[in-house]
């Protein structure tokens, strides 16, 4: 059933055969693994060939299985993904470990830039006593952390916001935790990128302006009126951007400014206090 697409990815240099292979052919032929694995030395339909193979020609463009298949996971969670939402990172489990952490009890966070959900619905999944608010300027994206909150039954307390960083919350709106992984790319390194990133990824949740650093900027200046006392600021960065993000952060009044690393040991998360 799919050894032949496991041959074709292969013979095109891809670097997880099998497991793309097995993936594709378990949504092309509406699988799961286990029945894939015991029905593999049947005939497919000729339906179910023909859509596995557009799947894997797909895949030979560079797009991503998360993408084709329109599905990931992340912090052990299922998240849907459409056009508009950045396909969720690995890298991004750390600034949702720190978020867990650093919210007190009945905690409210902010989450700028939700994309599709990830990081305040995994915060709201291992904290059943928090709130979350969560804005993007994408109303497309935020068809995604909707649909992903009802999924993960968090949706009764997640609010969702269309609008540009802080414009769409309330002038008193007060959070115990702010949480953002912003676009930080420069824009002339985002055609620069590896195919499945910058032919796939939306542009809006790549492109943080000409050095990279626009919505960090903003976020540094702004954040600090959107927090409790003692609240708490957590950006993912570019692993190249800790200095230059914590020197904004110190800019805008924040106390106790330190970066972090992810499991790679790349610089990753800068925390902050007001
Ligand atoms: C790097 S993605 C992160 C998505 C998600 N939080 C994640 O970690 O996978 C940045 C997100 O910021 C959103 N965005 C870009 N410009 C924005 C703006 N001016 N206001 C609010 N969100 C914005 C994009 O639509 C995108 O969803």
Known sequence: MWRQARDQLAAAGNASPVLDAKLLAQHALGLGALELAMRENEMVSADGAETLTRLVERRL???????????REFYGLPFRLNEATLEPRSETELLVEMAIAGLPE???????????????????????????????LSSRALVAARENAERNRVNE??????????EPLPKNGRFAVI????????????????????????????????????PYRLIAAKAGAYLLPRGRLLLEIGYDQGVTVSQLLVDGGFVEVAIHQDLNGLDRVVSATI
């Open 179 to 214: 949480a953002s992984n912003p676009p930080y790319i420069a824009s002339s390194v985002v055609d620069t990128l590896a195919s499945e990133v910058k032919d796939f990824d939306p542009r809006l949740a790549l492109d943080g302006g000409p050095d990279g650093l626009a």
């Open 106 to 136: 009945r905690g409210h966070l902010l989450d700028l830039g939700t994309g599709s959900g990830c990081i305040p619905i995994a915060v709201l999944a291992n904290r059943h006593d928090a709130n979350a608010t969560a804005v993007d």
């Open 61 to 71: 463009t560079g797009e991503s299985v998360a993408r084709i298949i329109g599905e």
């Open 157 to 166: 307390r997640l609010n969702l916001r269309e609008g540009s960083w802080f």
